[in-house]
């Protein structure tokens, strides 16, 4: 009887376990791609903000970033930006992070194209405006 119950638990735990890998694919697949000119435009755009990352340059940054900014509920202009709001964002955990996830793609009900990284807590959004891309927020990771 002992026997028969482990090996019903090991098949319910295996069932779960495929379920939640099977459920995560199965999301990940439904987030369609942007445009190809649009992903074209923001690889070439992320591949300067990252390098700007990599170099922990505030300043280039801040060029790349589209101002004022919403952080933590608050609006930021550049002087509060390099002040002290670009060390709260960037440490080195989520600079690694913004260089390696996959940025995801969406378009609002208003036609502006935006990607964002989620890192731990903190979700990065990138929007496109006239000026093209740019680091446009921060927002909870819900």
């Known amino acids: 009887m002992m026997l028969m119950h482990r090996r019903f638990a090991f098949a319910a735990a ?3 376990v495929v ?8 999301l990940a697949q439904r987030v369609p791609p942007g445009p190809p000119a649009i992903e074209a435009e923001f690889r ?4 300067g903000f990252r390098q700007a990352l990599r170099a922990n340059d505030a300043n280039a940054v801040a ?3 589209r101002f004022p900014m919403q952080h933590n509920g608050d609006m930021h202009d ?7 709001t670009y060390r709260q964002l960037f440490t080195q955990r989520n600079r690694t992070c913004l260089q390696n ?5 969406d378009k609002d009900g208003e036609g502006t194209h935006s990607y964002v990284v989620f890192c731990g807590d903190t979700g ?15 927002g909870v990771n819900d």
Not at 101 to 105: E, L
């Open 101 to 105: 996830v996959r940025p995801v793609y």
């Open 19 to 26: 379920a939640a890998l099977t459920t995560d694919a199965a």
């Open 78 to 84: 550049q002087a509060a930006f390099l002040r002290t």
């Open 14 to 16: 295996f069932g779960l």
């Open 44 to 47: 070439e755009f992320i591949g």
């Open 63 to 65: 060029a790349l970033s």
């Open 124 to 138: 990065f959004y990138f929007t496109k405006k006239a000026d093209g891309f740019r680091f446009a927020e921060t």
